[in-house]
């Protein structure tokens, strides 16, 4: 409000309180004529000493609606006025890769297709009030959250936006990710050519290694006991499985008990069902059929399809077998670390709500197989669908835990002997 509008207001005021007045003076009750004096006398005097009366009300809130005016802070702006320059001034100014892998993780070339894969979900229209931050900008505040962990301000503050705006672009960000991204760059993809990787490790008939990572959240009030694990802390389980090269094939964020994870998830029961893997190519070793198989630590159950290690292996076939299974395994577990390392964002507590939690730990394993292959997935995506539909599970029999793992026991007792003897 300006100075005018001040000095108006005010004047309207004093005149609405003159009139006040003088309707007190006329219409009160207690208010007397003199005897002996005319009633149009008594109406001037009446008058003359309301108008003096408004003059002097007026001039005095005038003066005070002056003195307010002149003291009142400027307008405030409807956006804080915010510098882009450095943002501005890195599109234009800096071509290298290196910069590009530095600050965003992916080079230019991969950053750009990522802005078209996500602009028909992620572009907004201009307003009388505001012009929509760019797509370009938007992912590049959400790459930049996810890569570097610094708070929500000082964010904002390179790329020239709000906290609140800066945590809800990445919020609008794992979403678009989750919903159009995930199917297209997590899937098993040739069974044959990661068969033969997994060989080159060591261990045949392998499609994929399980691991896992606890992200650290901040529990939502009055639910801290179900997000509580062994070590005191809050988390939620990212579980992971990975091909030969690092590239995730299957993902199950949620829960805090690997054990209880693996046994609910999709992978689990599509390969308890005999759908995860097409056609489920199966040779025989030692007399046994062994089929496509997932390699897990101690942690998960054994099966027929999921190898575990020996617990404390007392002879050379037996730990000859771990040290098989644990070198092919490791391509899982340094893929967990390239995650985390180039995603700092899953290093530390996440401060977001508990429904974005998925969203978010999603698009970064979408990221990662993006900067894995260097954008191959969106082209090969297209060729490969998951199958899931699963069959109608069956009522478990009394025995049937203790019948699979003599059954995946089985397998590993004849790959073990594989192993040391070398002979099928």
């Given amino acids: 409000m300006d100075a005018a509008s001040s000095v108006g207001a005010a004047l309207a005021l004093t005149l609405q309180s003159a009139g006040t007045a003088a309707s007190a003076l006329v219409l009160s009750p207690t208010t007397s004529i003199p005897a002996g004096t005319q009633m149009s006398d008594h109406m001037q005097q009446t008058e003359t000493a309301i108008v003096a009366g408004a003059v002097a009300v007026l001039h005095n809130n005038a003066a005070a609606a002056v003195m307010i005016a002149s003291t009142r802070c400027p307008r405030r702006w409807w956006m804080r006025p915010r510098s882009t320059a450095w943002w501005d001034g890195f599109v234009m100014s800096v071509s290298s890769d290196e910069q590009w892998r530095l600050f965003f993780r992916m080079p230019r070339a991969l950053f750009y297709r990522l802005v078209e894969e996500l602009r028909p979900e992620l572009e907004k229209t201009d307003t009388v ?71 080159e490790l060591g261990f045949p008939q392998v499609v994929g290694a399980v691991d896992g990572c606890r992200c650290l959240i901040v529990p939502p009030l009055r639910q801290r006991e179900q997000s509580a694990n062994r070590m005191d802390s809050y988390s939620i389980l990212l579980q992971g499985t990975c091909d030969h090269t690092g590239r995730f094939v299957d993902v199950e964020i949620g829960g805090i008990h690997k054990a209880r994870v693996i046994c609910n998830s999709a992978i689990f029961k599509g390969m308890e069902a005999g759908t995860f893997v097409p056609g489920n190519p199966t040779i025989t070793m030692c007399g046994q059929q062994i089929g496509p198989l997932l390699l897990s630590n101690s942690d998960h ?71 894995e292959t260097k954008g191959r997935v969106l082209d090969e995506g297209h060729h490969y669908r998951r199958n899931s539909e699963l069959p109608t599970p069956r009522a478990p029999l009394v025995d049937d835990e203790d019948e699979k793992k003599r059954e995946g026991e089985a397998v590993r007792e004849a790959l073990a002997q594989f192993f040391h003897t070398g002979r099928t």
């Fill in 129 to 199: 009030m505001r012009r929509a931050i760019p797509v370009e900008k938007r992912v590049a505040t959400a790459l930049w959250v996810l890569a570097h962990r610094g708070s929500y301000k000082q964010i904002g503050q390179r790329f020239g936006v709000g906290a609140a705006t800066a945590r809800e672009v990445l919020v609008e960000f794992a979403l678009a990710m989750r919903k159009h991204l995930l199917p297209r760059t997590v899937y098993l993809g040739s069974v044959h050519e990661i068969m033969d990787g997994f060989a």
């Fill in 301 to 371: 159950p054994i099966r027929t399809w999921l190898m575990k290690p020996y617990p404390g292996a007392t002879n050379d076939k037996e730990r000859l077998f771990n040290e098989n299974l644990n070198r092919a395994k490791r391509v899982a577990e340094k893929a967990f670390s390239r995650l985390k390392a180039r995603w700092r964002f899953l290093t530390a507590p996440l401060h977001v709500g508990k429904e974005n939690l998925i969203p978010i730990i999603a698009s970064c394993v979408v990221l990662h197989n993006l900067c």
